[in-house]
């Protein structure tokens, strides 16, 4: 079958969804379908795929988006697709995959971390963006929405009334060979002292950018609360990094978190820390969580991550409900601390039932399932 994969931007070397669109690809090509990828900016050319640009005007990012909105599909199908799976808000697809749940729910969100009056206010893009979805969402071509978590999915159908039937989560994989744990003592004491740890630290991660999401902030608070023998490393960049930087002073916590910015290494450091942390406030999966658990290391989530849907009983524990409660938020981290080196196995096993062969198999089974239903 000649399948459409509709992106914003490709790029083969990109992380995320871009990561994401690639391994569907591939996969995808495995099975025999004869794929071309359809983009409104290419970083790289690929030499896996053909890829076709889908010019929009330079005319502002509402009026681009509105464009590729409308155009790419229907470029596609001009071109002889069968099937067209995009990875963007589109108008016009047989399956929308949704890593973000709709766009109305994040903005809503957005005032956990940014407060009424910092709230994003309604802006041409974001009423743009609204309204391709609910078009999307709402054209008769839809068959299947694919949604990466069931909190994205239950959001999916409640905003745009879809059928249960029609929503359908596939939980991402992981790369166990490039996220494992360092079974070697010397490689993996080199690697703690990358981290900047001193002998017998309990490392915990925290690696995200964006930290007024990802609640960064709350984990700061929470941090001189609980066990004071571990170092929290920062992993990730932010516009505001100096102010977390004079947060943590006037905690008096400078001593035990240490902030290395963006790595590209971030799969070797996670081999040699202990624990990773992930109290975000809008998070519709969480890959970090899953790829930290595949190298031994027990993750800590909040309820507003998706991630926490697909920990083991042993692991549920340390799912926070709100961020916000710092005694709670402190409790459960002093135990993830005290625990973590008892469930470095059970981690690595929780993360071994979400490989992308597993993905794999349900994303060709969905695709098989739309490819028979009539329009």
Known sequence: MRIALVTRRFDPAGGGTERDLTITAQILARAGHQVTIYAAETRAPSSEFPIRRVVTPPLGRAVRLLWFARSAGARAYLDGAEMVLSFARIVAADVLRSGGGAHSSYLRAARRWRGAAGAMRLAPYHRVQIAVEAAGFHNPRLRRAIAVSN?????????????????VTIYNGVELERFRPERDPAARAELRR???LPDGAFATLFVGNGFARKGLRYLFEAWPIANSRARLIVIGADRKLRAYRELARRLGAEDRIAMLGPRDDVDRLMRGADALVLPSLFEPFGNVAIEAMACGAPALVSGYCGAAEIMP?????????????RSDFAAKLTALIEQASALRETARAAAEAYTWERHGRELLALIEDAAAIRR
């Open 313 to 325: 009983a042993a692991l549920r524990q340390f799912v926070v409900a709100d961020p916000l409660d």
């Open 151 to 167: 909190l994205v999915r239950d959001d999916l159908i409640a905003t745009f009334g879809i059928s249960p039937a029609v929503a």
């Open 194 to 196: 990358r981290l900047g």
